[in-house]
């Protein structure tokens, strides 16, 4: 027996919203993050159990941002001195994260996420108009690039990257947060920074995941296709959109995150 998709009657209407979502979340991963706020929920429909969607959807994301990276160099090798710091805190952070998402329920990081996210939309809203602010305030030129500072960066990584191992969703979102509080004002070159980070900690919690059994490959491998050219084509297409449209679109989508996840949660 088919359905009226064509496809045959184990693969239903959850697979196709499966790959929609997988190609959705590998756009908004590239562009402004939150992509696992779509394919979570997908991968929860296939009726796996919270931990073992939380881990499929990781394992499937990774490959988007891995070809994200290929699609930023040239903004990557921009900022070689916020690469390597980065990079670290990404694999420390992601590690623990996994490590402890196995260990203990992930409900308790369910019900900050709304907070979370919130805070970081409001936060990265106000960033770009207050850097401005505080370079005129210095005699600076508006515009001007600003070095972070990488230690402190570096735990504000780290302690972003240990969620995104433990759970994940609007982890990108914060780092891109992270990064404008810190004086980065290209969003482009903030992009590639985040995408840099996020693929170290996914990557590493994609290693903990596998080892550790909890991934179901018959979702994961449909969605891990799709989500990597989406990352690919989209991290290109954002290079073209000018950044006060980028930075309003970031902070819709966080603002949406937050709401959803306010009424979703009991």
Excluded at 64 to 69: A, K
Excluded at 180 to 207: M, Q, R, Y
Excluded at 213 to 236: E, F, H, K, N, P
């Amino acid at each position: 027996m088919t359905l009226l998709s064509g496809l045959p009657s184990y693969m239903d209407w959850h697979w196709l919203w499966l790959t929609v979502a997988a190609f959705l979340a590998g756009l908004l991963n590239a562009v402004a993050g939150g992509g696992s706020f779509l394919l979570f929920p997908a991968m929860l429909s296939m009726k796996m159990l919270p931990v073992q969607a939380n881990a499929t959807n990781t394992v499937a994301l990774w490959p988007g941002q891995l070809t994200s990276v290929a699609a930023y160099r040239d903004d990557v090798r921009k900022n070689p001195r916020l690469v390597w710091p980065m990079s670290l805190a990404g694999l420390l952070g992601g590690t623990a994260g996994a490590v402890v998402l196995l260990n203990t329920p992930q409900m308790t990081f369910l019900h900050l996420v709304p907070w979370l996210l919130l805070t970081a939309a409001l936060i990265f809203a106000v960033s770009g108009p207050a850097s401005r602010w505080l370079a005129r305030r210095r005699g600076s030129v508006v515009g001007q690039t600003h070095m972070p500072r990488r230690l402190p960066l570096f735990f504000a990584t780290a302690g972003v990257c240990f969620y995104l191992g433990y759970f994940g969703a609007g982890a990108g979102f914060l780092l891109i947060t992270v990064l404008s509080l810190f004086g980065c004002e290209d969003l482009h070159e903030i992009n590639a920074l985040k995408v840099v980070a996020t693929t170290f900690a996914n990557g590493t919690a994609f290693v903990v995941f596998v080892f550790n059994g909890q991934v179901v490959w018959r979702y994961c491998l449909v969605a891990m296709v799709t989500s990597a050219i989406a990352g690919y084509t989209s991290a290109r297409f954002a290079r073209l959109v000018p950044q006060h449209i980028l930075r309003g679109l970031v902070v819709v989508i966080g603002l949406s995150m937050a709401a959803w996840f306010f009424w979703r949660n009991p």
